[in-house]
């Protein structure tokens, strides 16, 4: 964020800043969203909703789980939340009591940490590379958990992850939901990336972990991240512990932002042109970035980004993503945001812009690295 607000001030200077910092898609919601939005807001009494969320974003969703997944899901289990970030502090608020243990991947979305840590909760970083597909295992959490003394009470997983841009395949997540359950581990599976996989099988926690809590949102794909609007899967014998949280933090998500979200799940046509547009950014990044000299520390199977070692030209990725800003215009963040051992060598580029962005950052960067 230090980054993107000095990006920010440069630009508004009138500087040609090209930010690859930020994980938010350059293209507006969809049409059938916007449309949606601005009937209600010329029609209807925008208001409170249940806690849960509106009945019918609710069966939407349970029909979107039908029929991508093959899954069948119980609106009733289904919550709307205030995007996903509200998703992840009511699974912690009402799963976790101070003091227990959580284990999530490193590197990974610094949020995780730094939430969990304000409630009181224990953060086990169990590091991911090559050896592990960069996704968390059985044994890699059973390490950690035995090097740190504790028993684990929870465990989460991003796929699509971000910084990495790792896909956890169907029998992996599906092994590391088994083992979660037979340690009696609760497993929170973040799926906010879902829909932006590119040649990979993208599974789904609700396929085959019925105690697995699934957050999800419509930010990334749907490309709603202003509106703030997410949803969670929910065992049934937790529905009501998160609904009574839910009352009294936040009381319910956006009426208006429900009403769009429910139109924006039936805009296929517009979502898959952008998932495109994403995909064709990482074809041209993942051959582009090696050619100037920033080595992929991990597929880009998903999700935006892709991230790059820069230990060739730099032991402090913080220093290095100020110092390149300021001599190139173009913005990224440091490693030490989702790796706080090893990020110091590490950089992550968004590719949720246009591919003319792409074309002209690495072009600024080839030759800007080209000299140090």
């Not at 959580?102 to 050896?131: D, F, S, T």
């Not at 465990?155 to 990495?164: G, R, W, Y």
């Not at 547009?277 to 993942?286: E, G, H, M, P």
């Not at 030209?313 to 390149?324: E, G, L, R």
Request: proline share 5%.
């Amino acid at each position: 964020m230090d980054i993107l607000a000095e990006a920010n001030r440069m630009k508004a200077a009138g500087r040609p800043i090209i930010s690859l910092a930020v994980g938010q898609p350059s293209a507006s919601a969809p049409e059938a969203a916007i449309q949606a939005a601005e009937v209600a807001l010329r029609t209807g009494q925008i208001g409170y909703t249940d806690a849960l969320g509106r009945d019918d974003l609710r069966r939407s969703l349970a029909d979107y789980y039908q029929s991508r997944h093959g899954t069948a899901v119980d609106s009733a289990q289904i919550m709307i939340t205030t995007g996903s970030s509200a998703g992840f502090n009511l699974a912690f608020l009402a799963l976790f009591d101070v003091g227990d243990a959580v284990a999530i991947a490193r590197p990974g979305y610094p949020a995780y940490r730094n939430i969990l840590k304000a409630l009181g909760l224990v953060v086990i970083e169990v590091p991911v590379g090559p050896e592990t597909q960069y996704t968390l295992t059985p044994e890699s959490l059973e390490r950690e958990a035995r090097a740190a003394g504790v028993r684990l009470k929870g465990v989460l997983l991003a796929s699509p992850a971000n910084p990495t841009g790792t896909v956890t395949g169907r029998e992996a997540l599906e092994r590391l939901a088994s083992w979660c359950d037979d340690n009696k581990v609760t497993f929170i599976s973040d799926e906010i990336y879902h829909g932006l996989s590119y040649g990979v099988d993208e599974a789904s926690a609700v396929e085959f972990a019925p105690n697995a809590i699934v957050i999800n949102s419509f930010s990334k794909y749907y490309r709603m991240t202003g509106w703030r609007i997410g949803w969670m899967v929910l065992p049934k014998s937790v529905v009501r512990a998160v609904e009574c949280v839910a009352q009294s933090l936040y009381i319910s998500a956006p009426e208006l932002s429900q009403i769009a979200a429910t139109a924006a799940l039936g805009a296929g046509e517009a979502l898959e042109g952008y998932k495109a547009d994403c995909k064709a950014n990482r074809d041209f990044l993942q051959k582009r970035l090696p050619e100037i000299g920033l080595s992929l520390l991990s597929p880009m199977d998903g999700a935006f980004y892709a991230y790059v070692d820069v230990s060739r030209f730099t032991n402090d990725s913080m220093a290095f993503a100020k110092k390149m800003l300021l001599e190139t215009d173009v913005a990224a963040t440091p490693g030490l945001d989702f790796d706080p051992l090893d990020g110091h060598r590490a950089m992550r580029f968004s590719y949720a812009g246009t591919l003319a962005e792409m074309t002209e950052a690495t072009d600024r960067l080839g030759h800007w690295l080209e000299k140090l």
